[in-house]
């Protein structure tokens, strides 16, 4: 991204449905907070078990991002069952929660120049740390991944009946696992599908975004997208677009 100027080269990053650990191996990267502007420099590896309101990246002169997506709640459990619910709403440094091995690992990949090899090194890294792992797989673990995907609105005790689990126990199971209450996290899992199928299909029109993706009507499509990217869906839409990275690979 060399000749393009800093200011040019953010990229949005409204809260969306996923749990994830990134990896910066290369251009230090900056985050900065949409509606204060506050800037801050992330940490190599970064785990983002919640977020809940919009930040911006900047990118550096040699950026390149890593993602892993961890099945909805499996996080939980990989960090050693944190309770999410008491963690602050930011990323959080993966060298600070793990041990020396992921500051090795960030070595490595600094040095590395073939994208196949640094996924190699990441695989065996999960692979190793998940092999040390007392996996406890609940009926509540299935219930965050069916409403990750589902498109129809779920009632609290529906969701209590999957899980096996009173309603009370549900939202404190909930909350230690993703950080959020379950309706809440139905609402970002339903913004992050109609922000991805309009970046997927732009040719759709907002209002069958809205439809296709389990909205009542336009308005409350509207109001997801003014809590959680602060600005109107097509803003974001432009936004998006004319981040480096999009035109690079999109």
Same mark, same amino acid.
């Given at each position: 991204?060399?000749?393009? !100027?800093?200011?040019?080269?953010?990229?949005?990053? !409204?809260?969306?449905?996923?749990?994830?650990?990134?990896?910066?191996?290369?251009?230090?990267?900056?985050?900065?907070?949409?509606?204060?502007?506050? *800037?801050?420099?992330?940490?190599?590896?970064?785990?983002?078990?919640?977020?809940?309101?919009?930040?911006?990246?900047?990118?550096?002169?040699?950026?390149?991002?890593?993602?892993?997506?961890?099945?909805?709640? +499996?996080?939980?459990?990989? =960090?050693?069952?944190? !309770?999410?619910?008491? #963690?602050?709403?930011?990323?959080?440094?993966?060298?600070?929660? *793990?041990?020396?091995?992921?500051?090795?690992?960030?070595?490595?990949?600094?040095?590395?120049?073939?994208?196949?090899?640094?996924?190699?090194?990441?695989? *065996? #890294?999960? =692979?190793?740390?998940?092999?040390?792992?007392?996996?406890?797989?609940?009926?509540?673990?299935?219930?965050?991944?069916? =409403?990750?995907?589902?498109?129809?609105?779920?009632?609290?005790? #529906? =969701?209590?009946?999957?899980?096996?689990?009173?309603?009370?126990?549900?939202?404190?199971?909930?909350?230690?696992?993703?950080?959020?209450?379950?309706?809440?996290?139905?609402?970002?899992?339903? +913004?992050?599908?109609?922000?991805?199928?309009?970046?997927?299909?732009?040719?759709?029109?907002?209002?069958?975004?809205?439809?296709?993706?389990?909205? +009542?009507?336009?308005?409350?499509?509207?109001?997801?997208?003014?809590?959680?990217?602060?600005?109107?869906?097509?803003?974001?839409?432009?936004?998006?677009?004319?981040?480096?990275?999009? #035109?690079?690979?999109?």
């Amino acid at each position: 991204m060399a000749g393009i !100027p800093p200011e040019q080269r953010i990229k949005p990053m !409204p809260p969306d449905a996923d749990q994830s650990l990134y990896f910066y191996p290369r251009s230090e990267v900056k985050v900065i907070t949409n509606r204060t502007s506050e *800037t801050r420099t992330s940490a190599r590896s970064i785990f983002v078990a919640r977020q809940t309101s919009r930040i911006n990246i900047g990118f550096g002169n040699d950026h390149l991002i890593i993602q892993v997506c961890f099945r909805p709640g +499996f996080l939980y459990q990989f =960090l050693g069952k944190a !309770p999410f619910h008491t #963690w602050r709403d930011e990323e959080l440094s993966a060298e600070d929660l *793990t041990d020396r091995t992921m500051q090795e690992l960030n070595e490595r990949l600094g040095e590395e120049t073939d994208y196949g090899r640094m996924i190699a090194l990441i695989e *065996t #890294w999960l =692979l190793n740390r998940c092999a040390r792992l007392s996996i406890d797989v609940q009926p509540i673990d299935r219930v965050i991944a069916a =409403l990750r995907q589902s498109e129809m609105p779920r009632s609290l005790d #529906w =969701l209590a009946d999957q899980a096996c689990l009173s309603s009370r126990q549900l939202e404190r199971k909930f909350q230690e696992r993703m950080g959020m209450s379950p309706k809440f996290y139905a609402r970002i899992a339903r +913004f992050d599908r109609a922000f991805k199928l309009k970046t997927q299909q732009p040719q759709l029109d907002w209002l069958d975004v809205a439809y296709q993706c389990g909205y +009542f009507d336009f308005s409350h499509l509207m109001r997801d997208f003014r809590q959680f990217a602060e600005v109107t869906p097509s803003l974001l839409l432009a936004q998006e677009m004319a981040s480096p990275d999009w #035109w690079r690979t999109g």
